[in-house]
């Protein structure tokens, strides 16, 4: 249990790196392509960081709360994704 706790202080911290990287792209990115990777990049990181801590703690509820992350942010990718490429998102 041990290794375990350790293998998943690690993968937070990891996680919490590549969330900063991921805010860093999306405030200085070069072109409107890299913030909506960066924000996609940044809805990931955050699901996988609440799926961690909901195997830390032993809770579903963190589990539900990934589970909606990951589908608004499927959404808005969709959204950024379609304005990006026709300039606007409703028809």
Not at 10 to 26: D, E, K, N
């Amino acid at each position: 249990m041990l290794l375990l706790a350790y293998a998943i202080t690690a993968a937070q911290i990891m996680l919490g790196l590549a969330m900063g990287c991921a805010g860093w792209r999306v405030l200085w990115g070069p072109r409107a392509q890299d913030r909506v990777l960066g924000l996609d990049t940044l809805y990931v990181v955050a699901m996988l960081l609440l799926v961690t801590y909901g195997v830390q703690t032993g809770s579903t509820l963190y589990y539900e709360g990934a589970l909606i992350i990951g589908l608004l942010g499927f959404a808005s990718t969709v959204a950024l994704a379609k304005f990006l490429m026709r300039g606007e998102v409703i028809e």
